[in-house]
């Protein structure tokens, strides 16, 4: 089924219960393939245009159409206005993926090292759910988490990122050179207006983590009306290294005691990692 527009695909999984969405593939068809997923009808979104673009909305909120691409994000104009998703984008893998995988399949897969769920956990974004007659607002972090999951019927349709006119910053480790699958990712966005910071890190468990503690700590470490070399907002270097600390410690638990040695270090080089991209993250969104 190929609609040609969001009414046409709202009916069309209206009258299929057991279809299932799809606009790049990238997830669905590896997930076919292994022979994890037997989808009894596929419905193309590829020809609803005003599903692959974004839209300002009053408030100061960007609207994100669900068929937005990796490619597409990835250009001037959006990453001038949300910097952060531009920078996951750019990074979620070759040209071949970034050209057609999409914004909307990121979030409906949710998997672990999708690259641009950590930093709509740290905007706080929300997801435009519609069905025949009727459409709701879900916290991306909700659909993520299953707190309030896609019901049958659902079409993710859009997504609203407040914008911030402020920092913002993601970076992701990987275990190879070039477009590779994240190990550790830390999105981190400033809001001087609340004076508050946000973080989120990502591929180190299912879905992205919200260390609230220290996100509230050390929006109280920065000196918000101080204003250092180049404008830059100061903070103490030791306040900063040990904001990476408290990110790591509370994402990445202590390994049972007595427990396997290999697995042991393996956690503690992914806590260095997070550390150390939420201590660099801090320091960008504070230049």
């Known amino acids: 089924m190929l609609p040609a527009s969001l009414d046409e695909a709202v009916e069309a999984l209206a009258a299929t219960p057991g279809a299932v969405p799809v606009a790049g593939a990238t997830d669905l068809m590896e997930a076919v393939n292994a022979g994890r997923l037997r989808p009894a009808a596929l419905i193309g979104l590829g020809r609803i245009n005003e599903l692959r673009g974004w839209r300002y909305e009053d408030g100061g909120t960007a609207v994100l159409g669900a068929g937005l691409t990796h490619a597409r994000m990835d250009r001037p104009d959006?990453?001038?206005?949300?910097?952060?998703?531009?920078?996951?984008?750019?990074?979620?893998?070759?040209?071949?993926?970034?050209?057609?995988?999409?914004?909307?399949?990121?979030?409906?897969?949710?998997?672990?090292?999708?690259?641009?769920?950590?930093?709509?956990?740290?905007?706080?974004?929300?997801?435009?759910l519609a069905r025949a007659g009727a459409t709701r607002e879900v916290p991306v972090s909700h659909l993520l988490t299953g707190l309030d999951p896609l019901r049958p019927g659902e079409l993710l349709s859009w997504v609203r990122v407040p914008l911030l006119h402020a920092p913002q910053v993601f970076l992701k480790a990987t275990g190879r050179s070039g477009p590779s699958r994240a190990t550790a990712s830390v999105a981190l966005v400033l809001d001087p207006a609340r004076r508050a910071v946000r973080c989120a890190v990502g591929a180190v468990a299912p879905v992205p983590l919200r260390p609230l503690e220290a996100e509230a700590w050390v929006a109280g470490c920065i000196d918000w009306d101080a204003r250092g070399e180049e404008g830059m907002t100061t903070i103490d270097p030791a306040a900063a290294a040990a904001f990476g600390e408290y990110v790591a410690a509370a994402c990445i638990p202590d390994p049972p005691e007595g427990g396997n040695e290999g697995r042991a270090a393996a956690a503690a080089r992914l806590r260095r990692t997070v550390s150390v991209l939420a201590r660099r993250a801090l320091g960008r969104a504070l230049k």
């Open 78 to 128: 959006f990453a001038a206005l949300i910097p952060a998703l531009a920078d996951a984008a750019r990074t979620a893998g070759p040209p071949q993926i970034r050209n057609v995988g999409t914004l909307g399949g990121n979030i409906a897969t949710a998997a672990p090292a999708g690259d641009t769920l950590p930093v709509l956990a740290a905007l706080e974004a929300t997801a435009t």
